[in-house]
């Protein structure tokens, strides 16, 4: 039996969270004496896709399809559900975002399949299969059963741990995939995309400076760009911050807009109210800056700063550069 | 046009969670319940939708009967009526069944929810209301236009946006800034009381995942706290201490 994880390219490279959820599948595949098998939507050379071999993928089944090289989440269920039937996969996994819950949502009301969305870690196989997950906007947990005979998992960034420099696995081998395409799954047509290529990707990112109204406007938000480019950090905001329109709504960090879990997320200006806390919780380092030693945030933080981000920044910009 | 927004029950965004029972059930005790924020939005833009085209909208819940106060208020918000599928669901996909099989007798032109309800995060249900009904589902729409049977539809994608022209009937999960949340208005709350509550009795579905326990994450330690004068000593901590560069 097989366990079936899907990866999703980025302009023709595999995400840092898909990856990771292949390192997660081949430990599902290693507790239920399986192999992982990773499927591939779109453009992508062999030598991408091989590197799944190296998170413990066994194969990469590749279908390049023109028609699916724009995102589309019901043909890409579509495909996924054909490749799971060719596989034999009964444990289907995919990376936690917009088009992994859409896809697996759609997968798993064709198969009949429980869906668990949000695991944070490794499913428990002893006596049946339970997986714990985030919930709460990651205010709390809750382990769960899945009875169902197909099981389609959606995981986090963070569900396992991986040991770059202890990867042990080859390259995989990679295999064309024609699924059968249907039109009832392309009735829209994509009138435009607006993607900021150049953008470090927030759910993707290691590290994250983010501001917050005490950054005092717009046009102040150079310092913290500096900082982010040091790091090589993404940026992101609070929510009055977008709501204000000083930054794109694309950048909300928070329970109604993105939540993140970088390795390391600096909050400047940021109070931390619940909501924005709600957002940033699966992060594994939080520094927080702020000139109000009373500010909440400093109660979830790692490393505090009470001080003016104006003087702060530029000395952690400085002492960044002087890392590398 | 005939419009179905469904809506969550759950506890307000700055409730304090904790559990009972051995921690197999979420505590109640004095927490508020609200309207899913997100699909507040989706029933702010439906009856703004409704408003412009014409038609119905009806509003949906799945839950047991402590909910009615935020049905009533979505019904005076603007629906014309509301449906209760009586039961206390214990997962996505029996919440998708009970939506799906209302659905299927009632031939709904657009079917908008949030784009997840924020206590359990799942953000899977209108993706599987979808394909129940073999139709296409979108999320998370942060902007929504409708020109006869078509749909204008902005989604938001990984760093970006992307907008879509689709064929109605369509499932969409929504999210802000679709529309102004709407507060309701004396005249809205007097006609709620009136305007029909159905409660329905749910189909049955085969159990698919059974929650067994609930915990809270581990304290957190104490914040170490760094004199501003002394900034910079802060990367060499990252990199040396918490090993996070």
């Known amino acids: 039996m097989s366990v079936l994880i899907y ?4 302009n023709g490279s595999i995400k840092k969270t898909s990856l990771e959820a292949v390192a997660y599948g081949a430990k599902v595949a290693e507790k239920t004496s399986g192999q992982a098998v990773a499927l591939a939507l779109g453009k992508a050379e062999n030598t991408e896709l091989e590197k799944a071999g190296r998170y413990g993928a066994a194969k990469v089944l590749h279908a390049a399809d023109a028609k699916l090289e724009h995102e589309n989440s019901l043909a890409y269920a579509d495909a996924l559900v054909q490749a799971a039937a060719q596989e034999g996969s009964k444990i289907i996994i995919l990376p936690k975002s917009g088009l992994g819950d859409a896809m697996a949502a759609r997968a798993a009301a064709k198969l009949k399949a429980g869906i668990v969305s949000g ?7 002893d006596g049946g299969f339970k997986v714990t997950r985030s919930i709460f906007t990651g205010k709390a947990f809750a382990t769960t059963e899945i009875k169902s005979d197909v099981k389609v998992l959606v995981v986090r960034k963070n569900a396992v741990e991986i040991d770059e420099a202890g990867l042990t696995g080859g390259n995989a081998a990679v295999e064309a995939f024609q699924p059968a395409l249907r039109d009832s799954d392309f009735t829209a047509s994509v009138v435009s995309v607006e993607k900021a290529d150049s953008e470090l990707s927030l759910t993707e990112a290691e590290i994250i400076v983010s501001g917050g109204r005490g950054m005092k406007g717009p046009e102040h938000w150079q310092p913290l760009i500096d900082l982010a480019k040091a790091l090589g950090a993404a940026t992101g905001c609070s929510k009055p911050v977008s709501d204000l329109d000083w930054r794109p709504h694309h950048e909300h960090i928070g329970q109604t807009g993105i939540k993140v879990a ?5 909050a400047c200006g940021i109070s931390g109210a619940i909501q924005h806390l ?3 919780n699966g992060s594994k380092c939080i520094v927080v800056i702020n000139k109000d030693p009373e500010a909440p945030f400093f109660k979830a933080a790692d490393y505090g700063i009470v001080g003016d981000v104006f003087d702060v920044l530029p000395k952690l910009t400085e002492a960044a550069k002087s890392l590398k | 046009m005939k419009i179905l927004v469904c809506i969550t029950n759950v506890p307000d965004t700055t409730a304090k969670i904790s559990f009972t029972d051995n921690d197999t059930k979420l505590n109640k005790n004095g927490v508020q319940f609200i309207i899913g924020p ?3 939005y989706a029933l702010a833009r439906g009856v703004e939708l409704k408003e412009q085209n014409g038609g119905s909208l009806t509003v949906l819940h799945v839950g047991e009967a402590d909910a009615e106060p935020q049905i009533r208020k979505a019904l005076a918000i603007g629906a ?6 009586n039961a206390d669901p214990q997962d996505s996909y029996f919440v998708a069944a009970q939506i799906a099989h209302i659905a299927s007798q009632n031939n709904y032109d657009l079917i908008l929810m949030g784009r997840e309800s924020i206590d359990y995060n799942s953000g899977v249900v209108h993706g599987l209301v979808g394909e129940m009904l073999g139709i296409p589902s979108y999320s998370p729409v942060m902007k929504l236009d409708l020109d006869g049977s078509n749909a204008t539809i902005t989604r938001e ?3 970006g946006k992307e907008i879509l022209k689709a064929p109605l009937p369509l499932v969409l999960g929504c999210q802000e800034p679709i529309a102004e949340w709407k507060i309701p208005n004396m005249r809205g709350i007097m006609t709620a009381r009136t305007k029909p509550l159905n409660v329905v009795e749910p189909v049955s579905v085969d159990d698919m995942t059974v929650p067994q326990t609930y915990q809270l994450p581990a304290p957190k330690g104490a914040c170490k706290m760094i004199p501003a004068s002394e900034a910079e000593t802060l990367i060499k901590l990252l990199q040396t201490e918490a090993k996070v560069l």
């Open chain 2, 80 to 85: 014309d009526d509301a449906i209760r599928v």
């Open chain 1, 262 to 266: 970088p390795n390391l997320y600096i």
């Open chain 1, 119 to 125: 695991v944070t870690a490794l499913p428990e196989t």
């Open chain 2, 38 to 40: 997100y699909d507040d």
């Open chain 1, 278 to 280: 709600a957002g940033v």
């Open chain 1, 7 to 10: 990866v999703e390219l980025d």
């Open chain 2, 157 to 159: 994608i990984d760093g």
